[in-house]
T-cell receptor, first 116, second 115 residues
Framework: DQQVKQNSPSLSVQEGRISILNCDYT??????FLWYKKYPAEGPTFLISISSIKDKNEDGRFTVFLNKSAKHLSLHIVPSQPGDSAVYFC???????????????FGQGTTLQVKP | DGGITQSPKYLFRKEGQNVTLSCEQNLNHDAMYWYRQDPGQGLRLIYYSQIVNDFQKGDIAEGYSVSREKKESFPLTVTSAQKNPTAFYLCASSSNPGRWNTEAFFGQGTRLTVV
């Protein structure tokens, strides 16, 4: 039972354009969402997060949008750069009282390729 | 310089042998985690520990064992009972056992290949 889903395995965009990575979740107990970036044979590095009390969080070129009613979040990268090429993981966490307390549940990942 | 260290980076073992992956952190984090990455499946939780001398099974604990005798160490043993042990293993730690937050970090991973 996949609680966090990234339905697009890959995405290719031109340098300078916008990259939009999508993520859906099923568990309404999730209240904190994070995006991680990962290069091959390395550990994921934290990119940006959003709490369920917000619908948008921005950090430089990266913006995460959260639509709680649709249980959907997206990561926007503007402008996209070749160095952004990596695998992006969406992840969700729940507060205390949930069976997912303390855990981070990951999606399958989306491989982003930014072409020069 | 604080961080998480996983060793070794690459590990080869013969089928039927147990193997232990090391994970050490000097961040003074209470919680530690082991994830496994397979192509197309994202990161799946194997075991996690929110405090010393305590740990819980994750989603795919079968064929694995862990210990948490020290705050800074959380070794993972891949036993011969694990059907498909070849994978990329990631260790992580978090400052807040009850809530994964941005103060959570991953190690660089160990690529285990069983032949």
């Amino acid at each position: 039972d996949q609680q966090v889903k990234q339905n697009s395995p890959s995405l290719s965009v031109q340098e300078g354009r916008i990259s939009i990575l999508n993520c859906d979740y099923t568990n309404s107990m999730f209240d904190y969402f994070l995006w991680y970036k990962k290069y091959p044979a390395e550990g994921p590095t934290f990119l940006i997060s959003i709490s369920s009390i917000k619908d948008k969080n921005e950090d430089g070129r990266f913006t995460v949008f959260l639509n709680k009613s649709a249980k959907h979040l997206s990561l926007h990268i503007v402008p996209s750069q070749p160095g952004d090429s990596a695998v992006y993981f969406c992840a969700a966490s729940a507060q205390k009282g949930s069976s997912n307390t303390g855990k981070l549940i990951f999606g399958q990942g989306t491989t982003l390729q930014v072409k020069p | 310089d604080g961080g998480i260290t996983q060793s070794p980076k690459y590990l080869f073992r013969k089928e039927g042998q147990n193997v232990t992956l090391s994970c050490e952190q000097n961040l003074n984090h209470d919680a530690m985690y082991w994830y496994r990455q397979d192509p197309g499946q994202g990161l799946r939780l194997i075991y996690y520990s929110q405090i010393v001398n305590d740990f819980q099974k994750g989603d795919i604990a079968e064929g694995y064992s862990v210990s948490r005798e020290k705050k800074e160490s959380f070794p993972l043993t891949v036993t011969s009972a694990q059907k498909n042990p070849t994978a990329f293993y990631l260790c992580a730690s978090s400052s807040n056992p009850g809530r994964w937050n941005t103060e959570a970090f991953f190690g660089q991973g160990t690529r285990l290949t069983v032949v």
